[in-house]
């Protein structure tokens, strides 16, 4: 199951940072262009939102059906001295889940905004802010 799960998870890594970063190139050329909010926009913060949380509950998954929780909890001494150890248990989880906190807050404030440029610059600032903090903080060695 965890294999699986793993699995899973680093394939829906492409997806997300693909999209997310898609939706903040849109959101600043639509802000640059000084153009109305596309509706691509609209679908991009929804696509980037939900892969996300699927990601996070994948994650959730990952961290306390495999060694992680575990490992902490037991010996957290240890893991916070062993670099390899703390990305995982810590790093990772901890900065990634602030990360989906922002693109959610990113994609609501997109909803309830009403003046194309600010909602626009919404999404820059937000979301492209948790990309640059999820992207900081992805295994990148184990995705190519
Ligand atoms: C959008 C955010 C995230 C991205 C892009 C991402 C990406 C990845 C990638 C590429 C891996 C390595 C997969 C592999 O080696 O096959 C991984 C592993 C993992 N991630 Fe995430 N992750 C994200 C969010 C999270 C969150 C929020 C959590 C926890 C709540 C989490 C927990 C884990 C765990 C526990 C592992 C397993 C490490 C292992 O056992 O080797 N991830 N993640």
Known sequence: MYTGL????RSLAYLFLLSALTTVVLAL?????????S???????IATLALGHLQLLMGLGLYFVGPWFGLLTENA???????????FAVEHISINVVGIVLVTVGRSRFKK????RRKQQAVIAYVGLGLLL?????PWDRLF
Do not use: C
């Not at 001494?77 to 990305?87: F, P, Q």
């Open 134 to 138: 999820i992207a900081s903080r992805v």
């Open 6 to 9: 793993l699995h899973s998870h």
């Open 113 to 116: 905004l009403e003046v194309d």
């Open 77 to 87: 001494g240890e893991v916070m001295r062993t670099a390899e150890l703390r990305y």
């Open 29 to 37: 050329v639509n802000r640059l262009q000084n153009k109305p909010t």
């Open 39 to 45: 509706k691509a926009l609209n679908g991009l913060t």
